[in-house]
């Protein structure tokens, strides 16, 4: 009992460091109705394009609360950087649909995809 | 994102990530580390170390990065256990420096070795005269092994006749006051036996005792918690904090 315990603790203990280091495959989600990243971008995309502005701030808000609740669950297998970079995209995003900026909303927007592609990769 | 909490949680990824590594590899003590086993340990917690801090990448890469390496250090250990010439490559052999007490020259200067260092080694193991010296050889991980010229080495039990009784290793009987009954049991006594050793001290309860040690010679040194020394002897030689 004593041997596979020594034996089977550091064998336990590696297998749940790397499930926690490469969590990010199953916790990019979607987990829940709510937090769809990739659905979410598509959707201020299509009202960016389509000029839908109201519609495009709302969607813009269920993006960020997503974003926050994947970004606090994938903290622990992700890049800073990408998750940083990815804040700050949805806060030009922001600016860019006040103004009405399709072109610079559109730019931020397929940055943010590329962050999200690139999140725990 | 909570900085202070994913650090501490890769913190403990790492530690006990080379804490296991550690365990596996570090079979050798720390004075048998080559060179090469050195900068392996160092290197080894030097990853440690970015994985814990170093929020720019993610942790997998760094945890890569460090199995890898132990897993390489391991291999090596396999392959120089395995081939005696694969050892010889790897860790290298050891140089003899000093043979029938003259100095190799050609030996040192290729181990990049000056007499000093090797003068430095030899005090170190308590010879201050090099003409006392007829081997030195220097082993894969640095240190010097000495053999003494025979005029100048310590007279042994054997060379004068002398017949000593095996003292053999001494076992812990009473440890910080608690009676080790296997150890005594192993050296083929009682408690019966002990109380009546300690009372000839004047002890009379184990807990009295801090440390009771017996070897197969049947010396016993007791050592009491109330050593009845005033003032301790002071060997500083200035005045310090405490």
Redesign the interface.
């Known amino acids: 009992m004593r041997t596979f315990l020594v034996r089977a603790i ?1 064998i336990f ?2 297998a749940l ?2 499930l ?3 969590s990010n495959s199953f916790l990019k989600g979607p987990i829940t109705k709510d937090d769809d990243i990739k659905e979410s971008i598509e959707k201020v995309i299509d009202n960016v394009k389509e000029g839908q502005w109201e519609e495009a701030d709302r969607n813009t808000d269920s993006l960020s609360k997503a974003w926050k609740k994947v ?1 606090h669950r994938m ?7 990408e ?2 970079d990815f804040t700050t995209c949805i806060a030009r995003l922001r600016g860019a649909i006040q103004m009405q900026d399709k072109s610079n909303a559109i730019i931020e927007l397929y940055e943010a995809y590329e962050h999200w592609v690139d999140i ?1 990769k | ?3 202070g ?2 650090v501490f ?2 913190a403990i ?1 790492a530690f ?2 080379l804490l ?1 590594f550690a ?1 596996i590899l570090g079979k050798e003590q720390i004075s048998q580390l080559t060179f090469f086993d050195y900068v392996l340990g160092i290197t080894i917690g030097s990853i440690a170390a970015t994985l814990t801090t170093d ?6 890469s760094h ?1 890569v990065g460090l199995i890898t390496w132990a897993a390489l250090g391991l291999l090596m250990e396999y392959m120089c256990m395995k081939s005696r010439y694969v050892a010889k490559c790897l860790e290298g052999e050891p140089t003899i420096v000093i043979m029938n007490g003259k100095i190799m020259e050609n030996a040192l200067k290729k181990m990049e070795f000056r007499v000093s260092d090797v003068l430095v080694l030899l005090r170190s193991k308590d010879i201050f005269d090099i003409s006392e010296v007829d081997f030195a050889i220097i082993e894969p991980n640095g240190q010097l092994s000495v053999l003494k010229k025979p005029e100048y080495e310590n007279v042994k039990a054997k060379d004068l006749n002398i017949q000593k009784p095996a003292s053999g290793i001494s076992s812990e009987i009473i440890y910080d006051g608690i009676l080790i009954e296997e150890n005594l049991r192993q050296l083929k006594k009682d408690k019966a036996w002990l109380m009546d050793q300690l009372k000839k001290k004047g002890i009379s309860s184990v807990s009295e005792v801090f440390l009771a040690t017996l070897n197969k010679g049947g010396s016993l040194y007791i050592d009491k918690y109330d050593d009845h020394i005033q003032k301790p002897l002071d060997v500083g030689d200035f005045k310090g904090p405490y």
Not at chain 1, 75 to 81: D, L, V, Y
Not at chain 2, 55 to 60: I, N
């Open positions: 550091p203990a590696l460091f790397v926690v280091m490469l970004a903290q622990f297998s992700a890049e800073k950087n998750i940083e725990g | 994102m909570h900085e909490l994913v949680v890769r990824i006990f990530s296991i365990r929020l720019t990448s993610r942790a997998w945890w």
